[in-house]
């Protein structure tokens, strides 16, 4: 089975930009998750997604968005964005809430 | 609010030396404790679920076990390739779904 992938891998930005990131769940999964690590804050939660309807939210300003699609592949959006976006965005996937989650490599975001 | 804290945040092994990484917890009502590996680079990748105190789990050098307010990840005969960064996360009865709080992580080097 093919695992996670996350689209795209890096991303250069500069501050007040928008960004979308896809992330496609492993084959049969419907939940997915969307994390944020950064060197200071460790891995932060930021939502799930399942059955296209979000299940819970983390602590971060409205700027952070996301949805998911009826196939189950999820994106995320930031918008206006600040230097402190600057993060690996990892997404996981899983096969109902409640199971073990499957990390996909992240996408690396550069806010200049 | 669930927290996690792992301890120590660096160790430094020298192949064959066996040691013990510590994640203690606090959650109201504990559905499930996770244990994680992360590479340099990559998304974590997923090691154990533990699930009630006493619950002990095993996979290849890697034996996780769990009591009412920690979890160790027991390391026997270490080998160079086991560096990482090993993390620890929790999903507790307050929060819905599939939200995972996790801890700093500790890192693992292990030397030839």
């Known amino acids: 089975k093919a695992g996670v992938t996350q689209t795209p891998r890096y991303l250069i930005k500069t501050r007040g930009q928008q960004v979308t990131l896809s992330c496609s769940p492993i084959?049969?999964?419907?939940?997915v998750s969307w994390y944020q690590q950064t060197p200071g804050q460790g891995l932060q939660f930021l939502f799930e997604?399942?059955?296209?309807?979000?299940?819970n939210k983390g602590n971060f300003p409205g700027r952070f968005s996301g949805r998911q699609f009826s196939n189950s592949r999820s994106e995320m959006n930031v918008s206006t964005l600040e230097l402190g976006d600057s993060a690996l965005y990892l997404c996981?996937?899983?096969?109902?809430?409640?199971?073990?989650?499957?990390f996909g490599p992240g996408t690396r975001l550069t806010v200049l | 609010e669930d927290q996690v804290t792992q301890s120590p945040e660096a160790l430094r092994l020298q192949e064959g030396e066996s040691s013990s990484l510590n994640c203690s917890y606090t959650?109201?009502?504990?559905?499930?404790l996770f244990w994680y590996r992360q590479d340099p680079g990559k998304g974590p990748e997923f090691l154990f679920t533990?699930?009630?105190a006493g619950e002990e789990k095993e996979k290849e050098r890697l034996k996780a076990t769990l009591t009412k307010k920690e979890s160790f990840l027991h390391i026997t005969a270490p080998k160079p390739e086991d560096s990482a960064t090993y993390l620890c996360?929790?999903?507790?009865?307050?929060?819905?779904?599939?939200?995972?709080?996790f801890g700093g992580g500790t890192r693992l080097m292990v030397k030839p």
């Open positions: 084959s049969g999964h419907r939940s």
């Open positions: 997604y399942f059955s296209e309807t979000q299940r």
């Open positions: 959650v109201s009502g504990l559905r499930g």
């Open positions: 996360a929790v999903q507790g009865n307050n929060n819905a779904g599939n939200m995972l709080t």
């Open positions: 533990l699930y009630s």
């Open positions: 996981a996937s899983s096969l109902f809430s409640n199971n073990e989650q499957f």
